[in-house]
């Protein structure tokens, strides 16, 4: 970035809602004044953004999962410089590069079981699309099977196997043959895979949506299922791998090796887009099998030297620092304080998740007053509520995070892996307090969110 480009950077700071209400994507401008997050984050280092004002707010969204590393970490910025200053030749096309050869060695290296054949991609869903593509070639079968709730991405043939109807409304006719079943259900999954006909079932390993976590047994039923239909299992790891969940991988808590697995988010380590299929070299033999077929699936910038250069250093950072261990820490910290307050508030049902991917559910309470609160409020607008627990710990306690899906009554946390007790601390004490004014049925917090829902109905 040029000097003059920094410059102007600085001296527009304050006209970024202005920019992207006229140029980029206003409704998203609204959305984020109507909650109270148009924070304008100025500068961001390790667990925490900085505000014009100069007020750090604990960051436990990370990016949707991109800054598991903590944002701006000074040894990948170092490799990145260095990179830029080797001049290398990336991106010849007609040749190979050094960095991604040596990005796909350590993915096989660390990666589960026989899994040693990567394809480089530039983002979670086109890993999604890939690894579609490379499950129906190499079965010879078209059909594929997905799950409840599951995520995957927005483009035609990720959204396909998307089960939110949110985002699948007006994309109509998708991709034929993508049946959904209910996750942690092994007997819908063997019915779907009863035909021998299907060539892939994919899921996320952990669900965004909600973080739901596999049952025990559950995947390792699958992979029985997928080995005796002649189906392959693809792992969507985009967001919950890359020691996320207290594993590098979160297939590794429960023993189970996928014919394909898709990364992409944390192994950018936040700077430069990147994410890759790793699959069997019998798979990835049966698609690219003659030098007529050596382009069979291919990109223009899924091997730039910048982005595997970025993977390498994020790699190194996960080990060097022990941030894989210190999820499992922090996550098991975390479910153990908000299982106390599962016990304490009547409104906060179960907290779920592995590692550091962390769901708290909300459900209807028992106690009358309460009750009819709940019910008016979900009447209003049914993704209200969660709001009256995002809203208080960003606006009162600086902590940043997100609401798990529509109509779901669940909020998420995401924090970067290198978050401490201090952290866990200061989070745990923020519920504590946010939940509390919660459950008065006279608190500002009611009055905020039904004030929201007024002023969010006024403006659709």
């Known amino acids: 970035m040029s000097t003059e480009i920094v410059r102007k950077y600085k001296e527009r700071i304050a006209e970024v809602y202005d920019l992207h209400r006229k140029y980029v994507n206003p409704q998203f401008v609204r959305v984020l004044e109507v909650i109270g997050y148009n924070r304008n984050y100025v500068s961001a280092e390790g667990a925490y953004l900085t505000d014009p004002n100069g007020v750090k707010v604990l960051d436990f969204l990370s990016g949707f999962g991109v800054y598991n590393i903590g944002r701006n970490h000074p040894h990948v910025a170092q490799v990145l410089h260095e990179t830029i200053d080797a001049k290398t030749a990336s991106l010849v096309q007609m040749d ?34 890939g690894a579609l593509k490379f499950a129906r070639q190499a079965s010879g079968k078209h059909k594929v099977v997905h799950c409840h709730h599951a995520f995957h991405g927005l483009t035609l043939g990720s959204l396909s196997v998307n089960a939110n109807r949110e985002f699948r409304d007006r994309n109509e006719p998708l991709l034929p043959d993508c049946k959904a079943v209910p996750f942690n259900d092994l007997e819908a999954l063997e019915e779907a895979l009863r ?43 985009v967001q919950c791998g890359m020691g996320r969940t207290g594993k590098m991988f979160a297939v590794e808590h429960w023993g189970v090796k996928p014919d394909l697995l898709v990364i992409s988010k944390a192994l950018s380590g936040g700077f430069i887009p990147v994410g890759a299929i790793i699959t069997t070299r019998e798979i990835h033999g049966k698609i690219f099998d003659s030098m007529e077929r050596c382009f069979a699936h291919s990109n223009t910038f899924g091997q730039n030297d910048l982005a595997m250069a970025a993977g390498l250093a994020t790699i190194e950072v996960l080990e060097n620092e022990n941030l894989v261990e210190n999820a499992s820490r922090m996550g098991e910290r975390i479910l153990e304080g908000m299982q106390k307050l599962v016990e304490k508030y009547e409104m906060l049902a179960e907290v779920r998740g592995k590692g550091l ?3 708290m559910q909300f459900g209807e309470p028992k106690s009358m007053t309460l009750k009819a609160s709940w019910k008016l409020l979900h009447k209003m607008n049914a993704d209200l509520f969660c709001q009256m627990i995002t809203m208080p710990l960003l606006e009162k306690h600086n902590i940043l995070s997100q609401v798990a899906g529509h109509g779901l009554d669940t909020v998420k946390i995401l924090p970067p892996l290198m978050i401490n007790d201090e952290d866990v601390d200061k989070f745990i004490a923020a519920m504590d307090d946010v939940l509390k004014e919660a459950h008065k049925i006279t608190g500002s917090a009611w009055k905020t969110v039904k004030d929201l829902g007024i002023r969010t109905a006024k403006t659709s």
Do not use: H, W
């Open 96 to 129: 190979i590069g050094v960095l991604s050869g040596m990005l796909a060695e350590k993915l096989a290296q660390i990666a589960p079981g026989d899994l040693d054949a990567v394809f480089f991609t530039n983002s979670g869903t086109e890993g999604v699309e």
């Open 195 to 237: 035909g021998g006909d299907v060539g892939a079932f994919i899921f996320e390993t952990v669900q965004g949506k909600g973080v739901f976590v596999p049952e025990d047994g559950y995947l390792q039923g699958a992979r029985e299922l997928c080995d005796r239909y002649g189906t392959y299992m693809i792992a969507d790891e």
């Open 357 to 359: 991917m962390v769901g």
